[in-house]
């Protein structure tokens, strides 16, 4: 295979798993858009609840810009407070290491099932056509992720791949290069996802996985700063605070993300396993970072927004 024709194939496999996730998510809003709008309305008063609804909407949906985009627009439209949705913003962060404990789990290989599962339901009575779509698209992210590291295997062996692997085996770079992966593919599950592939395949180390992976908390916060273009300043400051707590999180860790690294790498026999350890117990300590920060200035946040939802 040639040098251009490789980069157009593993450019449309990461594609193709990037439609599916943006697909699945669609479906499931679509199914459960306007529940999920009132639940979050109603739960929110309380941060830690407001962390357990936000961790599992995200688990649900696939994708933490996905919820923290609902949160922004809620505030943004006066359904919740700024105070509300900042244990939303954090169980999100919480909640999108689900993926990271299915692919672990090698679970990749469910994606045909679902797939024919998807298309079955589908061709049901209209009840079951919106739940057929959203299985079809979840098996269909599993499939494209299979694909993608099937796709990516012949790359381990490159000079460019190798140094580059080297590099991210230092914690500040490992970070950096988890910034910048996210931030152009605009999802830390594909990033998150592609580097437990590449520990299970022993094309990529845990321990140099493991930073990348954390810098990915910080990757994901651009989109919903992007999302706030136009929207008043309430919405803006979840955004901003979303970005605060993720940042602080990476930087308090740094200095110790190598013994980190270390230790997590060491903590399961299987290295994806162990990264998905890592990335779940470093987002609950920041979501439990954040939650106390809340805590201890909760008098001096502001109120920003309209009503809260009492129905």
Not at 42 to 71: C, E, F, H, K, N
Not at 196 to 212: E, K
């Amino acid at each position: 295979m040639s040098r251009v024709n490789f980069v157009m194939a593993v450019i449309s496999a990461i594609v193709l798993f990037l439609y599916g996730l943006q697909a699945f998510t669609r479906e499931i809003k679509a199914i459960g858009g306007d529940s999920l709008r009132h639940w979050l309305g109603r739960l929110t008063s309380d941060p830690v609840r407001g962390a357990l609804l936000g961790a599992i909407a995200t688990a649900i949906v696939q994708s933490s810009s996905a919820v923290v985009a609902l949160a922004i627009s809620l505030v943004d439209s006066g359904i919740l407070t700024f105070q509300s949705s900042l244990g939303i913003v954090l169980g999100a962060n919480l909640g999108t290491t689900s993926t990271a404990w299915l692919v672990s789990m090698r679970l990749t290989d469910i994606g045909p099932f679902f797939i024919v599962l998807g298309t079955i339901l589908s061709a049901l009575p209209t009840r079951f056509q919106m739940l057929g779509k959203a299985a079809f698209y979840f098996g269909f992210i599993f499939f494209g992720l299979d694909l993608v590291s099937s796709t990516l295997k012949p790359m381990a062996d490159t000079p460019v791949f190798k140094d580059l692997v080297h590099r991210a085996d230092m914690p500040l770079m490992g970070v950096l290069v988890g910034v910048v992966l996210t931030a152009l593919v605009q999802s830390s599950t594909i990033v998150t996802g592609l580097c437990i592939v590449m520990v299970q395949q022993d094309i990529l180390s845990a321990q140099a996985a493991i930073p990348i992976v954390v810098g990915t908390n910080i990757g994901t916060t651009l989109k919903g700063l992007l999302i706030t273009i136009g929207m008043k300043g309430a919405a803006r400051h979840v955004a901003i605070a979303n970005i605060f707590f993720n940042v602080l999180g990476v930087v308090l860790l740094l200095p110790f993300l190598r013994p980190f690294s270390t230790a997590m790498a060491g903590l399961s026999n299987d290295p994806g396993m162990s990264v998905a350890w890592a990335q779940f117990l470093f987002n609950l300590g920041m979501t439990v970072i954040g939650l106390v920060l809340i805590r201890v200035f909760r008098d001096r946040l502001p109120v920003i927004s309209g009503e809260v939802l009492a129905t």
